[in-house]
């Protein structure tokens, strides 16, 4: 791909002696992406190169390889394997798997949004399962959305990019912009908007608005500049997926807002636990629950008693009694920061956008009012206020403080008697009262929310791999019920035992009326090898996947009794018990194998026979005699060229040599007889008058003589006289 002003320079380029760069395939902020070809092991992989900048940077270079091994432990189907890091000659690369078809999530969106839940689901699901993995594994990818999930040409999600939005942020603390996180505005949790910070549950934010984007299509915050994005996503509620499109249920809603809370403390810890709060879902989904409000009610996120609903996220603007330097606003960024941030690994930077409206000063070291829009500015709670008493005259208190008539009516009346004061007290007491109630309202609002969160909850025993028997005996001593839904294979748990519950071991379930749902194992898998042998091969791949098996290698040979394209046997053998999905060989028969027919006129007879019943013709062998040919030699052959197969026939002629006659004696006989009996045995006649002549008509001598074998056909001289 050739590029403005000129080709690529990378493009086939070998780097660090094994990698030849082929064409580009993708270019973002972090990286460009090439095709290249690892000549060492011969395959396809992906490159993705850093740019020059953040190459040359020694920080980010040691950053990036670190990133970069923790990337490579990451082996999991869903996750892009990364095999290889290195540096050449400037190019700071990464060698990973490469996914053919340069499809992603972003694709199925644009095409196919909103989706059904129950495939938004499935999708979220996958994408869920290599985070979990990550998280499991002490890596948070910091840069989820839809361009990082590829999908293969067999329909495969796998996520890439794990640790790279880390290593480019720390190269760029430094920069005069005070840091850039290279990600999308959209999927960004608050929290690494206002204060730089990210865990576990910063993924599950982006999880979150990626599973909004594929109930809806659309984004939850729109603006026309990424500020006014990251301004409402601090600000602002994701909204419900249901708001959007109709018919979603309330326990889905649920799930987004849970996951999408601006306070992190809400969200589910890890992808591990958003994964399992899924899989509850997608369970109410399958069955067709319309409303499920126990489950509505646990998934929902509630504010923590003492927590403030104004203080879970946003930032801090304008905080009375801030000293110096406290929270100076860094040049380039909206939200105030405080100056121990700076030893965090990623801040995001508004003014990094060139969209940003040029209204807004982002430099200024104070930033007046209209930096903050309207009904978001802070009032300052405290301030000392200006007491000022009307007095008679039109002068007010303290303009008379130190008067030397100062007491006067004003002075006697701030300091009246006792109906001043016991209006004093019943407002006292008024407050006492209302703090009181204040105090009990909050106590019930925390009574109540901790048993509608927690209270009403207990922990789901763990039954798996007991009997159902004994799992329904541990579940009624936790007061819970056990309903067994069905039951399934399992490679591992024994046939009868409980496989799975639902409710997951640990997971929340309610203490009464609480129902925990077993499958029980029916033990390890099995089907049986199907009869194959003498079935065409569409019909053999049917009966292989029709009893849970796949098609593995098939090979192909001649076959002088099957035809072409029927199987002639299979490995493992028919009956031969095998695990679902495990490959069954085939051997395929190709025909009978095309046979060169070669001419053997002119050969040896007895050689051309077996050289052709070698082969597997049919040969006849006919004998006749030839003046020309020697005995034995093959006379002529049918056919005597071409393509054959085994078994068709082919004639050869073979010489018996001259056919000899013997020469009859017709000594003393007349002419006319003479000529009759030589006749006879094929000879032609000549005569020849015997010197004298006598005129008589008798035979007295012939050539070749009575007796001698003579070549049929040929002519013998009679002598007459």
Do not use: C
């Not at 603007?317 to 860094?330: C, D, F, Q």
């Not at 004093?424 to 007491?429: E, G, I, K, L």
């Amino acid at each position: 791909m050739d590029r403005p002003g000129g080709r690529d320079p990378l493009v086939g380029r070998l780097l660090d002696g094994r990698y030849l760069v082929g064409a580009r395939i993708a270019r973002g902020g972090m990286a460009t992406v090439y095709e290249a070809t690892d000549l060492r092991l011969d395959r396809t992989v992906a490159l993705k190169v850093m740019p020059h900048a953040l190459a040359e940077d020694d920080d980010f270079s040691q950053r990036f390889v670190r990133e970069a091994r923790a990337a490579a432990r990451l082996t999991h189907p869903n996750v892009v394997a990364v095999y290889d890091q290195g540096e050449d000659d400037g190019v700071l690369f990464l060698a990973m798997e490469f996914v053919g078809g340069r499809h992603t999530l972003r694709d199925v969106i644009r095409e196919d949004a909103p989706l059904e839940p129950i495939r938004a689901l499935r999708l979220l699901e996958k994408i869920l399962e290599a985070i979990s993995f990550a998280h499991e594994s002490g890596i948070i990818h910091r840069d989820i959305k839809p361009e990082n999930v590829l999908i293969d040409p067999r329909g495969q999600l796998k996520v890439a990019d794990f640790g790279l939005a880390r290593a480019v942020s720390a190269a760029t603390a430094a920069t005069a912009t005070g840091g850039v996180l290279m990600g999308t505005v959209s999927y960004l949790p608050p929290e690494l908007v206002t204060d730089g910070t990210s865990d576990t549950r910063s993924d599950v934010y982006s999880l979150g608005v990626l599973a909004f984007e594929l109930l809806t299509g659309t984004k939850p915050h729109a603006g026309d500049s990424p500020i006014q994005i990251a301004y409402k996503l601090v600000h602002h509620d994701v909204p419900a997926p249901s708001s959007v499109v109709e018919g979603i249920p309330a326990y889905l809603d649920a799930f987004v807002a849970r996951a999408t809370s601006r306070s992190r403390e809400l969200r589910p810890a890890d992808a591990h636990v958003m994964l399992q709060q899924l899989g509850r879902v997608r369970h109410a989904l399958e069955r067709g629950v319309v409303d499920d409000p126990e489950l509505t009610d646990d998934l929902t996120p509630t504010i923590a008693l003492g927590q403030s609903l104004g203080s879970s996220v946003g930032p801090s603007l304008g905080r009375p009694g801030a000293t110096p330097g406290a929270a100076t606003a860094r040049p380039g960024s909206l939200f105030a920061e405080s100056s121990a941030s700076s030893s965090r690994d990623e801040v995001f930077d508004l003014a990094s956008y060139d969209d940003l409206d040029s209204r807004v000063d982002v430099h200024a070291e104070n930033p007046g009012p209209e930096f903050v829009p309207a009904g978001e500015r802070t009032r300052v709670v405290g301030e000392a206020a200006h007491l000022s008493v009307w007095a008679p005259g039109g002068t007010s208190s303290s303009d008379r403080v130190g008067h030397p008539h100062g007491s006067t009516a004003v002075d006697q009346a701030l300091t009246a008697g006792t109906p001043r004061r016991s209006a004093s007290d019943r407002r006292r007491r008024r407050g006492w009262v209302a703090f009181v109630v204040v105090v009990l309202l909050a106590a019930g609002a925390a009574l109540a929310g901790w048993y509608y969160g927690v209270g009403r909850f207990t922990q789901t025993p763990n039954v798996v791999e007991l009997t159902r028997t004994q799992a329904a005996r541990k579940v009624h001593a936790a007061g819970l019920t056990l309903q067994v839904a069905g039951s399934t294979f399992s490679e591992t748990v024994r046939a009868g035992n409980v496989v799975s519950t639902d409710p997951g071991p640990g997971d929340d379930v309610l203490k009464n009326g609480g129902v925990v749902t077993a499958w029980i194992s029916k033990g390890p898998e099995r089907h049986k090898v199907p009869h194959l042998s003498g079935l065409s091969e569409p019909d053999a791949i049917t009966a292989i996947t029709d009893s849970s098996l796949t098609v593995g290698s098939t090979t192909r040979a001649w076959s002088e009794t099957v035809n072409a394209g029927v199987v002639i046997s299979s490995t493992p053998k028919m009956d031969t018990l095998l695990a679902r999905d495990d490959p069954v060989q085939l051997l395929v028969s190709k025909g009978p194998k095309p046979l060169t027919l070669h001419d053997h006129a002119d050969g040896e007879g007895t050689t051309a026979r077996a050289e052709l019943t070698r082969l597997g013709f049919d040969v006849t062998v006919v004998r006749q005699y030839d003046d020309n040919v020697p005995q034995g030699a093959v006379i002529s052959q049918e056919p005597s060229h071409g393509v054959g197969y085994a078994g068709d026939p082919v004639t050869l002629v073979v010489s018996r040599g001259p056919h000899l006659v013997e020469v009859p004696n017709v000594d003393r006989f007349g002419i006319s007889d003479a000529e009759s009996a030589l006749a006879a045995k094929g000879f032609k006649v000549t005569t020849e008058q015997f010197q004298p002549y006598l005129g008589l008509g008798f035979v007295v001598g012939e050539s070749p003589g009575a007796g001698e074998m003579a070549p049929y056909g040929s002519t013998v001289v009679l002598t007459v006289v």
